[in-house]
């Protein structure tokens, strides 16, 4: 009972074959090698294992890889271009919006998602646009000052 | 791991979904966004062996309107929702639910249909869908059928949809112009809060003497109800603290709460009072939302 998916993974067509139910987050994690995205509740209420579908964020966790044909799928790996980190990368390193990393890859990808349609969020856009990402260690006001910088950047 | 006995069948039409679940019936579950079947599975809690994904029908993703209706298809998302310029202008109160409703995240694939055809008395689209009238469309092959929104649910978990039918179709009363709205939530943080309460209103004023209120209220009862007594006392009268007193007592008295991890019954109880009262409180005073344009905004 397995089913053979093709997709574009960070710009690359891939093909995986794996059981129909399993979750795009166990598949790119056991099956493909992609480890940013993180497995934290596995219930869609973490963030911790956020992915873009065709430019949209979701929790991977609550998408089965059966509804995966065709679509893009964007992780952290396929952030940077020409071994240039996403602005939005730098400015979580530049304003150390990390602690213990593990929800890292999910607020940049949440934050990617939200940028992608809405260059110039508002404070509250930006709160809105994170509010499904939990940090435990409480990175809150640097994860924000960080996806801020970039907006100011975007803004000029 | 629970996932690796489950098998999927996704169709690539209507025609075709109908005809596997008039095979499979009991056996199969139909699954939109995934984002109650996916924990249920997680969870050991999914009975069915079989699901049906739903994600390749294109045809069951729309918002048209329909001389005084507006029409959803089953598979939309809240996201699009959100952004429809029909709902926005015509049914502004189920754009101030759904952007309640989980995260970005959950928004991006949750849709209304699974919102239905989970049946949780906590959904949070479901109370402004009993205040605008709604209809669910259930196909199956060879046939259709419309249910009221007030007799499509049985319980918690549990609606009128027979095993081999399908929710197709969402149809709504557009809002009139003019008229007041809310939807209130009250949750344990803002984002991916399974309500405590909830309650959608919409309230026709004219001048200062209502025509009509239509309360619905959720997590308060094994459904979602509408708080008719609460409605009745409002029909006529001058919008007074007064009134709204009475009225968010009433509905209060309309709730069949239970206690869980989130609240107790007589918690809930009263938070119905309050966010009732406060709701028509704000609209009192002038801070209540309002829709502007009505029919007139887009043609």
């Known amino acids: ?156 | 791991m629970a996932y690796e006995k489950v098998e999927v069948y996704s169709p690539r039409s209507l025609a075709e979904a109908l005809e596997i679940l008039s095979q499979k019936k009991e056996q199969i579950k139909p699954v939109a966004g995934g984002t109650d079947v996916m924990v249920m599975l997680k969870d050991g809690a999914l009975k069915e062996k079989e699901l049906l994904n739903l994600s390749y029908i294109p045809e069951l993703s729309y918002i048209k309107e329909k001389e005084n209706h507006i029409l959803i298809g089953a598979t939309t998302k809240y996201r699009e929702i959100r952004r429809s310029p029909i709902i926005n202008a015509y049914a502004p109160i189920l754009i101030e639910a759904v952007r309640q409703i989980g995260s970005p995240q959950i928004q991006n694939l949750g849709t209304i249909g699974g919102n239905l055809g989970t049946a949780s008395p906590a959904g949070d689209s479901i109370p402004p869908l009993y205040v605008l009238n709604a209809k669910v469309k259930l196909q199956k092959v060879g046939s259709a059928r419309e249910v009221h929104i007030d007799k499509f649910f049985l319980g918690p978990r549990k609606t009128v949809r027979e095993a081999d039918e399908l929710i197709t179709e969402i149809s709504v009363d557009k809002m009139e112009p003019g008229s007041y709205y809310f939807f209130e939530k009250l949750g344990l943080r803002s984002a991916n809060a399974i309500s405590i309460v909830n309650a959608a209103g919409i309230l026709s004023l004219e001048n200062k003497t209502i025509k009509y209120l239509r309360l619905s209220l959720g997590a308060v009862a094994p459904t979602v109800i509408r708080a008719t007594e609460a409605e009745e006392e409002a029909k006529g009268k001058e919008l007074t603290e007064d009134l709204i007193e009475r009225i968010a007592k009433l509905a209060s008295e309309a709730t069949r709460p239970i206690s869980d991890i989130r609240g107790t019954a007589e918690y809930r109880k009263k938070a119905t009072y309050g966010i009732v009262y406060e709701a028509l409180y704000k609209i009192l005073k002038g801070y209540g939302k309002k829709i502007e344009y009505g029919f007139e905004k887009i043609s």
Do not use: H, W
């Open chain 1, 1 to 156: 009972m397995e089913v053979t998916v093709s997709f574009n993974l960070n710009g690359k067509k891939v093909s995986v074959t794996a059981p129909p139910a399993k979750s795009l987050l166990r598949v790119l994690r056991e099956d493909l090698g992609i480890t940013s995205v993180k497995p934290g509740c596995e219930a869609g209420e973490c963030g911790a294992c956020s992915v873009l579908l065709d430019g949209q964020v979701v929790t991977s966790c609550l998408v089965m890889i059966s509804q995966v044909e065709g679509k893009n799928v964007l992780t952290v790996e396929g952030l940077q271009k020409d071994g240039e980190l996403d602005p939005l990368q730098k400015a979580f390193i530049e304003e150390g919006a990390t602690q213990c990393g593990y929800c890292t890859p999910g607020f940049i990808i949440a934050a990617k998602g939200l940028l992608n349609e809405n260059p110039n969020p508002t404070d509250e856009e930006i709160l809105e646009g994170v509010s499904g990402n939990i940090c435990r260690c409480g990175a809150y006001p640097r994860i924000f000052n960080a996806i801020k910088k970039v907006v100011k950047k975007n803004g000029v």
